[in-house]
T-cell receptor, first 113, second 116 residues
Framework: AQSVTQPDIHITVSEGASLELRCNYS??????LFWYVQSPGQGLQLLLK??????LVQGIKGFEAEFKRSQSSFNLRKPSVHWSDAAEYFC???????????FGRGTSLIVHP | DAGVIQSPRHEVTEMGQEVTLRCKPI?????LFWYRQTMMRGLELLIY????????DSGMPEDRFSAKMPNASFSTLKIQPSEPRDSAVYFC??????????????FGPGTRLTVL
């Protein structure tokens, strides 16, 4: 069965610092990979997704993620974090065999002024 | 489109009462999902429907939970009787998978349920 691991439960960064949130997946077939963001009191919103082509994908709000097949990773990055980026971030995976997304546990981002 | 609509946004009830959560998916989406989110367990998939038919309810925690989708534009999640451990945020999400697995899920704003 496919699985998604987000090893960091909480990440704390200072405003203006760079950010990397880790995501590892376990699946044999070519995965479809997603990052969602959940702001406080809101539902999840798509940041970006990857399923083919350039392994570096750009998303909304200045986020990007890089697919590394050799490491089974799809880490989310942002060069300079803003206080408004404080939220919960979820990595998700689907595959050609199952259209149903599997979500990671989530990483809570805390931004210090 | 207004997005996925959930009601109520907040529900406070007493233990033993019946609770009904409602969801209107995005028009044209063929899958609907119900999730539960808690601090302890994170985001859990409870059940999902394809074209109004329940496909997998293995995530439904107990027989006290039931879900229906009488038509393409409406679904309910019912808890009867409710217990304090059911307190959580319940999300509804919908997706169109007719073109393949690369589409995003659209989530509603959630219903925050508190069972006293």
């Amino acid at each position: 069965a496919q699985s998604v691991t987000q090893p960091d439960i909480h990440i704390t960064v200072s405003e203006g610092a760079s950010l990397e949130l880790r995501c590892n997946y376990s699946y044999g077939a070519t995965p479809y990979l997603f990052w969602y963001v959940q702001s406080p009191g809101q539902g999840l919103q798509l940041l970006l997704k990857y399923f083919s082509g350039d392994t570096l994908v750009q998303g909304i709000k200045g986020f990007e993620a890089e697919f590394k097949r050799s490491q089974s990773s799809f880490n989310l990055r942002k060069p300079s974090v803003h206080w408004s980026d404080a939220a919960e971030y979820f990595c998700a995976v689907t595959s050609g065999g199952s259209y149903i997304p599997t979500f990671g546990r989530g990483t809570s981002l805390i931004v210090h002024p | 489109d207004a997005g996925v609509i959930q009601s109520p946004r907040h529900e406070v009830t007493e233990m033993g009462q019946e609770v009904t959560l409602r969801c209107k998916p995005i028009s044209g989406h063929d899958y609907l999902f119900w999730y539960r989110q808690t601090m302890m367990r994170g985001l859990e998939l409870l059940i999902y429907f394809n074209n109004n038919v329940p496909i997998d309810d293995s995530g439904m925690p107990e027989d006290r939970f039931s879900a229906k989708m009488p038509n393409a534009s409406f679904s309910t999640l019912k808890i009867q009787p409710s217990e304090p451990r059911d307190s959580a945020v319940y999300f509804c999400a919908s997706i169109s998978l007719a073109g393949g697995p690369g589409n995003e899920q659209f989530f509603g704003p959630g219903t925050r349920l508190t069972v006293l």
